[in-house]
T-cell receptor
């Protein structure tokens, strides 16, 4: 099956700094990728849809100026958490659909801790 | 509205006992149904999926699920639980062409296994 990677797997940063998380489709191209956020002991909540060549689409309640998404190529989407605060601490997971398999493939997730 | 309901937040079973995790969905189109498992601090692993055909689908690790359209359910089962099955389980639904549409997840069911 298709593989999606995320980097870094864990990151700890100070409040007020920015953090970039990468999501890569390793063996297929993805014009669309999805970013989810998962708070402890909760489900995955869709944050935004990343579209190659166009602006990302954000879910209601998600600040687009705080969570910057760039779909730089057909295999890479990045999520930048700007001016991070402790309440942004969460598990961030991306997924990418592979049309050939008619399903989505999830990255291993990135644990963000903001001190 | 699209939604997934997992009625049980936490289930505890004895090792070797059978398991059934419930999932009900509400979806306006032909659903594409998934079960994922997540170990603490880890990403999602696909257990099985259903799109069409035989309503009883087999997955990895000895899991199976049965799609019942009349009940809008897709319950996950395992005849004999192993201690390593302790994890969080998520049911998810998407459209049949799940490619460019994000999945909707249930809130998850945490499975504990006791000796």
């Amino acid at each position: 099956g298709a593989v999606v990677s995320q980097h870094p797997s864990r990151v700890i940063c100070k409040s007020g700094t920015s953090v970039k998380i990468e999501c890569r489709s390793l063996d297929f191209q993805a014009t669309t990728m999805f970013w989810y956020r998962q708070f402890p002991k909760q489900s995955l909540m869709l944050m935004a849809t990343s579209n190659e060549g166009s602006k990302a689409t954000y879910e209601q309640g998600v600040e687009k100026d705080k969570f910057l998404i760039n779909h730089a190529s057909l295999t890479l989407s990045t999520l930048t958490v700007t001016s991070a605060h402790p309440e942004d601490s969460s598990f961030y997971i991306c997924s990418a659909p592979d049309g050939g398999y008619n399903e989505q493939f999830f990255g291993p997730g990135t644990r963000l801790t903001v001190l | 509205a699209q939604s997934v309901t997992q009625p049980d937040i936490h289930i505890t079973v004895s090792e070797g006992a059978s398991l059934e995790l419930r999932c009900n969905y509400s979806y306006g189109a032909t659903p594409y149904l998934f079960w994922y498992v997540q170990s603490p601090g880890q990403g999602l692993q696909l257990l099985l999926k259903y799109f069409s055909g035989d309503t009883l689908v087999q997955g990895i690790k000895g899991f199976e699920a049965e799609f019942k359209r009349s009940q809008s359910s897709f319950n996950l089962r395992k005849p004999s639980v192993h201690w390593s099955d302790a994890a969080e389980y998520f049911c998810a639904v998407g459209p049949w062409n799940s490619g460019n549409t994000p999945l909707v997840f249930g809130k998850g069911t945490r499975l504990s296994v006791i000796a």
